[in-house]
């Protein structure tokens, strides 16, 4: 996805890092090596990111600057694409499986801006630190998601979870990610990874009150990435 | 970060959460917060006491009896605009430095199978 873009642009002094959010290894590294990627391809079973960077969704971006300053914290970060799959004509489709037909629907509602990121990108890495785009450490501070109580333990129990799923104790996994939708909601990572698990179309399972298709429902398919604030720094 | 004993080595912590252990305190950027005198000496670090300093949650499983200490609870998702160190292995299983990038722009940017 992220190929050649990153081919254009590295020569003027960007490198790309794609991190896959996986708990299953192997699932990400097919996917991997069907596309032969020249840049870091990384995988991060432990969502690792959300809790340094302040990851919600994939696909985030972060961008960082030759000293290693963050200038623009988390967003989303879309690449454009010669062709965009048409959600809605997949899920009229009569082929389409029923408990999938509602997420394509709801998918073909989602807002992305990939124009918007793109261009935001390429003025950055010509420009650099003149680019309107490049944010100052408190800006950026202050534009990171938030961190109180709640997210610090949703990051906590969603490690811990996965520490457990990982060492041979599956079934303690579920109670301390039930505890992560609950305390951080708008976290799209943690629920999607547990729902995944539960069942590959993310659907309601058992294990969890909630699935995509109920949770995009209730904050609106239109709101699911918050839009990219392409606005300079607030004035103090 | 997991924990099976409540005793932190402190470099294990600055690597896994990014607060190093200075004399004036545990530092991430310019963020230094102080700690009790008792904790700067000695060689491991209490993992309560890091708790409540930092505002890390600590949370127990007691049937696989392990604890994880979160990150810190600081009001935004970024304590400093300083990267954080990340190692993560790439998809053939080599571990992968952040900060071997130093001196290029990076875009991360996240995605997944799911």
């Known amino acids: 996805m992220w190929q050649a873009l990153r081919n254009e642009l590295h020569p003027h002094g960007l490198e790309i890092v794609t991190i896959a959010l996986d708990v299953d290894t192997e699932a990400a590294r097919q996917w991997i090596e069907q596309t ?92 650099g630190k003149a680019s309107r785009y490049a944010l100052p450490p408190q800006e950026v501070i202050r534009r990171s998601g938030p961190r109180g109580q709640a997210q610090a333990q949703a990051a906590a129990y969603f490690e811990l979870g996965q520490f457990l799923w990982e060492t041979g104790k599956r079934h303690l996994a579920p109670r301390h990610w039930r505890e992560v939708h609950r305390l951080q909601p708008d976290n799209w990572t943690y629920k999607r990874q547990a729902w995944s698990l539960a069942d590959p179309f993310q659907g309601q399972s058992e294990l969890y009150d909630s699935c995509w298709v109920k949770d995009v429902k209730k904050i609106g398919a239109e709101n699911y990435y918050p839009p990219l604030n392409l606005s300079p720094p607030s004035a103090k | 970060m997991i924990l099976k004993t409540l005793d932190i080595d402190p470099k294990d912590f600055e690597s896994r959460t990014g607060w190093a252990i200075k004399p004036e305190g545990a530092c991430k950027g310019e963020v230094c917060v102080p700690l009790p005198a008792g904790a700067i000496s000695g060689a491991r670090l209490d993992a309560h006491m890091l708790s409540e300093r930092l505002g890390m949650p600590l949370i127990h499983d007691a049937d696989a009896k392990v604890w994880c200490l979160g990150p810190e609870a600081m009001g935004r998702a970024l304590t400093t605009a300083h990267a954080p160190e990340l190692v993560l292995p790439d998809y053939q ?22």
């Open chain 1, 36 to 127: 032969k990627p020249n840049h870091p391809s990384l995988i991060d079973r432990a969502h690792r990111v959300d809790e340094l960077f302040g990851v919600i969704n994939v696909p985030n971006g972060v961008w960082i600057d030759e000293e290693g300053m963050i200038v623009r914290p988390v967003e989303q970060a879309w690449p454009e694409r010669d062709s965009a799959p048409d959600w809605q004509k997949m899920a009229d489709s009569p082929d389409i499986p029923e408990q999938l037909r509602e997420t394509l629907q709801l998918a073909s509602h989602i807002v992305i801006q990939p124009k918007e990121y793109t261009s935001a990108l390429r003025d950055w890495v010509v420009k």
């Open chain 2, 93 to 114: 299983g080599k571990q992968f430095h952040l900060s071997s990038l130093r001196g290029q722009k990076v875009l991360i940017v996240t995605w997944s199978s799911w």
